[in-house]
């Protein structure tokens, strides 16, 4: 494991880009870091089977993905846009995740600001996502740039454990 200098010595020089299938490596490792902060693991073979094939479960139906990578390429945080109906103009934002050094630096704010816009862009004019109850200071993060949670909570097992999320949404 790195040490908390060696991770902020990584993530100082960032350049946010498209994912590549030779980044899954590091979102994969990036994601289950997340995730164990919160006693989980990450579960490819069921809720995040979707990070094994990037380009045909985002790019494929017409989203996108990205990393926020050091210059050394290291994934340093990840964001995602998918479709979920284009002729409403409906999408969802996905897979928000990045090391806790780069958390309240401002590049939450900017993966967020790149997802509004390149959804604009793409003619979605909604995004609704569901986000994990744990995620308390994201939760506080997304209604902070508009996002609304109206109540709704939906309860899953399709993780290395069952879980709960929450519903946002905001008009783009």
């Known amino acids: 494991m790195m040490s908390n200098e060696s991770l902020s010595n990584a993530c100082r020089d960032h350049l946010l880009r498209p994912a590549t299938t030779a980044d899954v490596p590091g979102i994969v490792a990036l994601i289950d870091g997340v995730y164990h902060e ?29 990393v926020l990578a050091d210059s050394a ?6 964001h995602a846009v998918h479709p979920i109906d284009k002729l409403q103009g409906l999408c969802t ?20 600001e790149w997802a509004i816009e390149w959804a604009r862009a793409a003619g979605f004019r909604r995004v609704e996502f569901w986000s994990d109850t744990r995620f308390t200071r ?35």
Do not use: Q
């Not at 809720?47 to 494929?60: E, G, P």
């Not at 390429?73 to 990840?78: D, F, L, M, S, T």
């Open 38 to 66: 919160y006693g989980d693991v990450i579960f490819l073979e069921g809720a995040d089977a979707d990070l094994l094939k990037i380009d045909d479960y985002y790019r494929a139906p017409g989203g996108e993905f990205v």
């Open 73 to 78: 390429g290291r994934v340093c945080a990840a």
């Open 93 to 112: 934002f996905r897979r928000l995740y990045m090391l806790p050094e780069l958390r309240g630096t401002g590049w939450g704010t900017r993966l967020m």
């Open 138 to 172: 994201a939760h506080r993060f997304f209604r902070r740039l508009g996002f609304a949670h109206d109540g709704r909570v939906r309860h899953l097992g399709d993780g290395s454990m069952p879980y709960s999320e929450y519903f946002f949404a905001r008009e783009l």
